[in-house]
């Protein structure tokens, strides 16, 4: 549709209604020389009302051209560029700075090269690609299992399949023992874990099974299945911390957690009836024993009971025959210095 000016008494027929003399259409009865041909007061020339008017995108665009224009000549020539220069490296070093999470440690790198570890918080580096930084989360605790493997089945179900070639163990008794445990362990120092193994969850599991083999080795089936059980977990934990120790390799290991300690699936009916028979003769043992400490003690007190009634009647005939002994030998003086007399009181008195 072509331009039509409604509006009255205004100058060219434009289509912003320029009017002659005044500029974007100062048409007749309109604010003379407005922007947009405003006559009359209103936008864009639009006749009547003389309240505040409200720029257009246009209005705006021009006056952020007349700014850009009365700066932009100040950074032509040299000292433009030094200063575009200048600001850019300063963007650049501020890339530099970078935040370390609670759970996290920051691994700086140099061109590829672990350079330093970062703690927590907010921390710098030179900006890339100078240097670096790897974030890998160090509180989170992983787990390895030897002896055995977890997973789903076909229902959905998480289930629990033994792996013979990691949990058959020799004990130093030279008999064979089931043995499945899991290692938990967290990253203590996230540079050396990075870049001194290579696959560090195979060097775990592989150094696990080292130090649990060689802990059995040193135990007897019958101490790792009752007694010495409890030390096992604890020996292990110190001595697959110390393969990890000198690999320098970042790892703590936090817990090592048995989850079978068994004879092998094969044996197992034919060592429980060993072990009910040992639990059969302990028994026997221990009552035979009780017997004996409840026998012998009254036996004794028997033996000691007669031993005094018989040193009590030996004293008793002693005394007895001494004492007639001596009536005797007092009866024989009397009788020998008056035989007569006594004969005669002898006779009396029988």
Excluded: C
């Amino acid at each position: 549709m072509p331009w039509s000016d409604q509006r009255g008494g205004g100058g060219g027929d434009g289509p912003w209604g320029r009017g002659p003399g005044g500029p974007r259409g100062s048409g007749g009865g309109g604010r003379g020389g407005g922007p947009r041909g405003g006559g009359g007061g209103g936008p864009r020339g639009g006749g009547g009302g003389g309240g505040p008017q409200t720029p257009d995108l246009e209005e705006v665009l021009r006056r952020g051209q007349d700014r850009m224009r009365t700066w932009m000549p100040s950074l032509r020539g040299p000292r433009g560029i030094i200063i575009l220069v200048l600001v850019a490296i300063g963007i650049w070093l501020l890339t530099g700075f970078y935040r370390v999470e609670p759970d996290e440690q920051g691994v700086v790198l140099r061109f590829g090269e672990w350079t330093k570890t970062t703690q927590p918080g907010l921390n710098y580096h030179l900006p890339g690609p100078i240097e670096t930084v790897m974030l890998p989360k160090v509180t989170k605790v992983n787990r390895v299992e030897i002896g055995y493997l977890t997973g789903v089945n076909n229902r959905g179900n998480i289930e629990q399949r033994a792996n013979p070639t990691e949990s058959l163990m020799l004990t130093g008794d030279e008999n064979i023992i089931d043995v499945q445990f899991t290692v938990f362990w967290v990253i203590a120092d996230a540079g050396k874990f990075l870049f001194n193994i290579r696959s560090p969850e195979r060097t775990v599991k592989d150094a696990s099974e080292a130090a649990m083999r060689e802990v059995i080795g040193n135990t007897d089936l019958n101490s790792a299945l009752s007694e010495g059980r409890s030390g096992l977990a604890s020996q292990t934990q110190a001595l697959v911390q110390n393969i990890l120790d000198s690999y320098d390799s970042g790892i703590l290991i936090t817990q090592v957690e048995p989850q079978k300690i068994d004879p092998p699936e094969a044996v197992i009916a034919a060592f429980r009836d060993v072990q009910a028979a040992r639990a059969d003769e302990d028994r026997a043992k221990n009552e035979a024993e009780a017997y004996r400490n409840d026998i012998i003690p009254r036996a004794r007190g028997e033996a000691e009971r007669i031993l005094q009634e018989a040193e009590a009647y030996e004293q008793e005939v002693v005394a007895r025959s001494t004492g007639e002994a001596q009536r005797f030998l007092l009866v024989f003086n009397e009788y020998r210095q008056a035989k007569k007399v006594t004969r005669q009181r002898i006779y009396l008195e029988t």
